[in-house]
């Protein structure tokens, strides 16, 4: 009993990990997922892609329409291959929506750093011209060279004046 009770214990620890239990859903990772649709959706807006479906269409109806009868698989409405494009096209949407949110959760991030950046510089110019004014108040307190002079040759004919009037 002593030693059920002891395993059980040991068992729901804290101290050690749950062991990983299986599933039957299939694991992915969300986010090497989604940079994969983001390059699936780069490789779609390209001029090569463009290229490469308009050749396979050309290609396809060509062959389909002039090749032996026996040699085509798709004749003149050309089903399946409107079928593929159908395909091609429902999983495409969904990727590139995802790219799009992907890119717009970027753009989010990157502008509230520029929204705090901004802030930031806003405070430091705010700082420097409160600084640049109080040094601008300091300097008109200080005693200039010409200042000084004048005061002085003031002082010296004060001090003149009140010699001669002695005398």
């Known amino acids: 009993m002593a030693k059920k009770l002891t395993a059980r214990l040991n068992k729901n ?9 299986r599933s039957l859903r299939p694991s992915y990772d969300p986010e090497a997922f989604g940079r994969w649709s983001e390059q699936f959706a ?16 050309l290609v396809w109806v060509t062959w389909n329409a002039l090749a032996p009868d026996n040699l085509r698989w798709d004749h003149y409405p050309f089903i399946f291959l409107t079928l593929l494009l159908s395909l091609q ?8 929506l995802l790219a799009q949110n992907r890119q717009a959760d970027r753009d989010r991030i ?11 510089n806003m405070a430091d110019t705010e700082y ?9 108040t300091a300097i008109g307190d200080v005693a200039t ?4 002079r004048t005061e002085l040759a003031d ?3 004060e ?5 001669k009037d002695k005398k």
């Open 128 to 136: 420097l011209t409160r600084e640049l004014a109080s040094l601008r």
């Open 155 to 157: 002082a010296m004919d």
């Open 89 to 96: 096209a429902s999983y495409a949407a969904p990727l590139i």
């Open 13 to 21: 620890s804290l101290e050690f990990p749950r062991e990983a239990r």
């Open 145 to 148: 060279r010409d200042y000084l």
């Open 42 to 57: 780069r490789f779609l807006g390209t001029a090569r892609f463009l290229v490469y479906m308009s050749v396979f269409v």
């Open 159 to 163: 001090l003149l004046s009140k010699l």
């Open 110 to 120: 990157q502008a509230n750093e520029d929204r705090d950046r901004d802030e930031r």
